[in-house]
């Protein structure tokens, strides 16, 4: 009798030998993922429906959300882009890429990017108010010293073991991983990227705060201390 499939724990794929001999190809072109991070993407595509208003509109400190995100990882690139679902005023200079993809995510919005630069993009969500440069020097420090074979680099809470795929770098040999998971109608990024291929870097609970997002109404009263 032939043996069953293996379930991949760590992304929730079914493990048939094709895709063995797929993941093995990955890690093969992983090995040649080098070079200097010179996009940064800044995702602002979701339909916030659980917030109830466009949270790229949201101000904070003067600020929208996504105008202290754009600004904040334009320090460290050389280039931001915004990532959309359609075209909008992102209210400064960066250039939009709309997704080419719609109803997959924030995967849409990163495979769209790769297809189009082909090199590594650190890449951060839009709803980040605390965010602090620290933490993305940190990351691309990590990058750096990363096992060669690893296409995603990211943060980790030491306590639950979430990962933070919005606040990561992606490799240009991220790009199968991401296109094929997607084709089996896997859109969690959570379940894109096996464990093997990923670097992450442990924050803890003291540094929790810096990773709050503004996904619903109760968190927008605790950004503005209602």
């Not at 190809?25 to 602002?44: H, Y």
């Amino acid at each position: 009798m032939a043996a069953a499939p293996r379930i991949g724990p760590e992304c929730g794929r079914t493990e048939t030998p094709a895709n063995q001999k797929y993941r093995a190809r990955c890690l093969s072109a992983a090995d040649r993922g080098t070079g200097k991070i010179m996009i940064g993407l800044v995702l602002a595509g979701g339909k916030s429906s659980r917030l109830g208003q466009d949270k790229t509109r949201v101000v904070h400190e003067g600020q929208t959300l996504l105008t202290r995100t754009a600004t904040l990882l334009q320090r460290h690139v050389d280039k931001v882009y915004v990532s959309c679902r359609q075209t909008i005023d992102v209210g400064g200079p960066w250039p939009v890429i709309t997704d080419e993809t719609e109803r997959i995510g924030p995967a849409g919005g990163i495979i769209t990017a790769l297809r189009k630069f082909r090199e590594p993009i650190f890449v951060l969500a839009c709803d980040l108010p605390f965010m602090e440069d620290g933490i993305i020097e940190r990351l691309m420090a990590a990058r750096e010293e990363r096992p060669r074979h690893c296409v995603l680099t990211t943060w980790q809470l030491k306590d639950t073991g979430f990962i933070e795929n919005l606040v990561a770098i992606y490799e240009p040999q991220a790009l199968p991983l991401l296109e094929e998971g997607v084709s089996q109608g896997l859109f969690k990024l959570s379940r894109l990227i096996p464990a093997e291929l990923r670097h992450t870097v442990i924050y803890t609970e003291d540094e929790r705060r810096i990773f709050f997002n503004v996904n619903y109404p109760t968190d927008l009263e605790q950004l503005q201390g209602r």
